[in-house]
T-cell receptor
Framework: NAGVTQTPKFRILKIGQSMTLQCAQD?????MYWYRQDPGMGLKLIYY???????DKGEVPNGYNVSRSTTEDFPLRLELAAPSQTSVYFC???????????FGEGSRLTVL | AQKITQTQPGMFVQEKEAVTLDCTYD???????LFWYKQPSSGEMIFLIY??????QNATEGRYSLNFQKARKSANLVISASQLGDSAMYFC?????????????FGSGTQLTVLP
């Protein structure tokens, strides 16, 4: 019962460094999402994908890139990390329309 | 573009009483889904309840029910018989059926505190 797995759970980056947050799901879901949640705030959509090879921008895509080469994996790439990217990142997956969104446990990223 | 509005940043309720958390939405899609999620202080996102736009009955899941008023574009969450463990942040969300509306959009959340 793995569900949605995110790695790493915690990471500290220096300004200007790059990294990739990994996300994998084993439920054969078509839809996958990356959200960020700043302290005391709601979730803002960074990127989403409705299937392998198809990605689209959400509300706050600047500074991030994604790829979806397989149904299972949806990595999020941070290029040139900035303090404004300090946040908790959630990956999620679902079936279309009525599908409940299954969340990973979150990745807490700090940029210093 | 679709939008979710939660106008109550914080709510207090006495243990064992019922509480309603407000949610209004805006979308041009005819077919859409509405969701409620709970986020306790530990940070995980817990799915509570789902309502489809064509569902005639209000959704219920145990102590949770969704008061769906389509004409008013509202999807309020009702928690009956509140428990101390219900203290958490609650998010309303929606997803449309076409194009960019397929993204799941969240409201800003309501922090619920259950008082003993």
């Amino acid at each position: 019962n793995a569900g949605v797995t995110q790695t790493p759970k915690f990471r500290i980056l220096k300004i200007g460094q790059s990294m990739t947050l990994q996300c994998a799901q084993d439920m054969n879901h078509n839809y996958m999402y990356w959200y960020r949640q700043d302290p005391g705030m709601g979730l803002k959509l960074i990127y989403y994908s409705v299937g392998a090879g198809i990605t689209d921008k959400g509300e706050v895509p600047n500074g991030y890139n994604v790829s979806r080469s397989t149904t299972e994996d949806f990595p999020l790439r941070l290029e040139l990390a900035a303090p404004s990217q300090t946040s908790v990142y959630f990956c999620a997956s679902s079936l279309p329309l009525s599908g409940e969104l299954f969340f990973g446990e979150g990745s807490r990223l700090t940029v210093l | 573009a679709q939008k979710i509005t939660q106008t109550q940043p914080g709510m207090f309720v006495q243990e064992k009483e019922a509480v309603t958390l407000d949610c209004t939405y805006d979308t041009s899609d005819q077919s859409y889904g509405l969701f409620w999620y709970k986020q306790p202080s530990s940070g995980e996102m817990i799915f509570l309840i789902y309502q489809g736009s064509y569902d005639e009955q209000n959704a219920t899941e145990g102590r949770y029910s969704l008061n769906f008023q389509k004409a008013r574009k509202s999807a309020n969450l009702v928690i009956s018989a509140s428990q101390l463990g219900d203290s958490a942040m609650y998010f309303c969300a929606m997803r449309g059926s076409s194009g960019s509306a397929r993204q799941l959009t969240f409201g800003s959340g309501t922090q619920l505190t259950v008082l003993p």
